[in-house]
């Protein structure tokens, strides 16, 4: 059987025009901002929080990802399709695509198979200008505090070695991890050290995305801790009077965008930072506005359980008073064969033994999304080389730990797919739901705070600091942001800071590298081993295989 590519199906669907879709939602015409037939961003006014506090939050996350994906955001997608099959009134609430992966290695993210959001070619480009406006801000600002370093008058005193920001691009892009700028003469400027980081792993993008009001916006964007000056002291964004231009490029980009599903069901893609080095989470706003507007909202958080909802669950649901009554823990037969043991080359190869050594991943996921007193749901997405003694040996082994398995075809039947993993979810969500509690009070002290996630949700026996990170806990200190949430930046590949510990490592320790203030996003992110920033690519890039043709028809894309 030959199967259509996921582009191929996303060009095969007649699209409705987004009003019709918006009509779904109770919004009339007029409070749309429309770009073209089938995007639209929504005004602020229409969140409503008694509706956020009432209606049904599900978040949809994964067991440790083999470098593919588990295929969260298809899951989402399916779930929602899913819901409104058996009379839910449901939206799924997404994060925005980054170009660099699309042209790289792991593709864009609006989902696959019969189970996409579309436009699919605009969501996964330039879609409605969002990143854009945050790389611009973000610069904005890096301009700002070269010209203040080179400028006579209004000087700050900024110490050029103690500069934090760096400049942003949204493309994998290795030569510019580390750059020196300045160069060519007292007209360009005072040389120094710099470096790219890619978009989404901007402060401006994490803050975008903790916003809840333009007011909170521009208050966090000057909150932006820069640098220190020559006496030690402090130099925030607000120093530099760059909040308010900043906020400018931005006054767009904060509305949440309004698209649709295959099935013709809302969508709202919003934000878009990266869940092993930010907070993994589409934008409060996006979250709240489809509260607003939908009985039940299915979002997503990236990578694994232990960081992207674990993030969710401690830094944006603390923060926004969200309660999400179901989480939705996708897995797949491949991703327990790796933890099992299989090479890259078996993952599509039945085995049953490597499913049951692997399936201790899944279990210690399980055990973490239950300790935040929220009962999990496990979505098995399945792929053609699932075997049915896998798939009932992982339903069966989760029925002995009291978790509901289901089977999810969402990427080949859409909606028909996943009418048995709704109806599960609606189940805990009717029937099970509770009023989640945090890990951790924001109130503790920043080491307790660090090892609660490292032993509870990782595992780890223990937690060491290297000396930068002890320096850093010392100014953490000194400037007053003890009381910040932690947002942990480490591999995604594995519970543990090694990417090589698969399954479920124990008896091993965690190290601290560094700490780093977001000040304007408002946590603190504590640095497991070398994190990535700024990705490469590939040696074949997925932009090869990509073709337009003389009517502008896209190939290739993914």
């Known amino acids: 059987m030959t199967h259509l590519s996921d582009i191929k199906i996303a060009q095969a669907k007649q699209l409705v ?64 399709e899913g819901l409104n099959k058996i009379g839910k009134q449901a939206t799924v609430v997404l994060r925005e695509p980054s170009l660099g992966p699309v042209f790289g290695i792991k593709g864009g993210a609006a989902g696959g198979g019969y189970s996409q959001v579309v436009p699919m070619e605009d969501i996964n480009l330039h879609f409605t200008g969002d990143f854009n406006a945050v790389e611009k801000a973000n610069n904005l600002l890096a301009a700002l505090i070269d010209n203040n370093i080179q400028s006579k008058t209004n000087n700050l005193n900024i110490d050029p070695r103690t500069i934090l920001w760096k400049r942003v691009i949204d493309m994998n892009d290795r030569a510019l991890r580390e750059t020196t700028i300045g160069l060519g003469g007292t007209a360009n400027g005072v040389p120094r050290q710099d470096g790219f980081n890619i978009t989404p792993a901007s402060e401006v993008m994490a803050i975008l995305c903790m916003a809840t009001t333009f007011k909170n916006l521009k208050e966090r964007l000057g909150a932006i801790l820069v640098g220190l000056t020559y006496d ?63 009985n039940y909202v299915v979002t997503e958080a990236g990578f694994g359980a ?88 992982v339903i069966q082994k989760c029925a002995n730990l009291g978790v509901k398995a289901v089977l999810s075809g969402g990427w080949a039947k859409g909606g028909e797919g996943t009418k048995t993993l709704a109806e599960a979810v609606v189940d805990v969500v009717e029937n099970k739901a509770t009023q989640y509690n945090a890990l951790y009070d924001w109130n503790t002290p920043v080491k307790e705070k660090i090892e609660k996630i490292a032993k509870e949700i990782y595992g780890a026996a223990k937690v060491v600091y290297d000396n930068k990170a002890l320096l850093n806990l010392k100014r953490i200190d000194r400037l007053g942001f003890n009381d910040f949430p932690i947002c942990m930046a480490k591999t995604q590949k594995s519970f543990s800071d090694n990417d090589k510990l698969i399954g479920r490592p124990k008896d091993f320790t965690v190290t601290v590298r560094e700490i780093e203030i977001a000040a304007g996003a408002q946590f603190l992110i504590p640095i497991l081993g070398k994190m990535m920033r700024m990705p490469g690519l590939p040696s074949v890039p997925a932009s090869e295989n990509m073709t337009i043709d003389d009517q502008g028809v896209i190939s290739g894309l993914s």
């Open 17 to 80: 025009h987004i009003k019709n879709i918006a009509k779904k939602l109770q919004v009339v015409e007029d409070d749309l901002e429309m770009y073209g037939k089938y995007k639209a961003k929504l005004p602020l006014h229409l969140i409503n929080e008694e509706q956020v506090a009432k209606n049904n939050l599900v978040l949809v996350t994964a067991i440790t990802p083999t470098p593919a994906g588990e295929g969260k955001t298809t899951v989402s997608i399916g779930l929602t």
């Open 232 to 294: 030690n002291a402090p130099v925030f964004a607000r120093d530099l009077k760059a909040e308010n231009a900043m906020a400018i490029l931005l006054k767009d980009a904060i509305k949440p965008n309004l698209v649709q599903t295959l099935e013709e069901n809302p969508a709202i893609i919003h934000g878009g930072p990266f869940a092993n080095i930010a907070q993994g989470t589409n934008t409060i706003i996006a979250t709240k506005m489809g509260l607003s507007l939908s």
């Open 306 to 393: 232990d960081l992207g909802a674990e993030k969710f669950l401690n830094i944006k649901s603390v923060f926004a008073k969200l309660n999400p009554k179901c989480i939705v823990l996708v897995a797949t037969i491949k991703a327990l064969r790796h933890h099992g043991g299989a090479k890259k080359e078996a993952y599509n190869t039945p085995n049953l033994e490597r499913v049951s050594e692997g399936f201790n991943n899944l279990e210690k996921h399980i055990e973490n999304i239950r300790k935040f007193n929220i009962e999990p749901v496990v979505a098995i997405n399945s792929f053609v080389s699932d075997t049915a003694e896998e798939v009932n040996f």
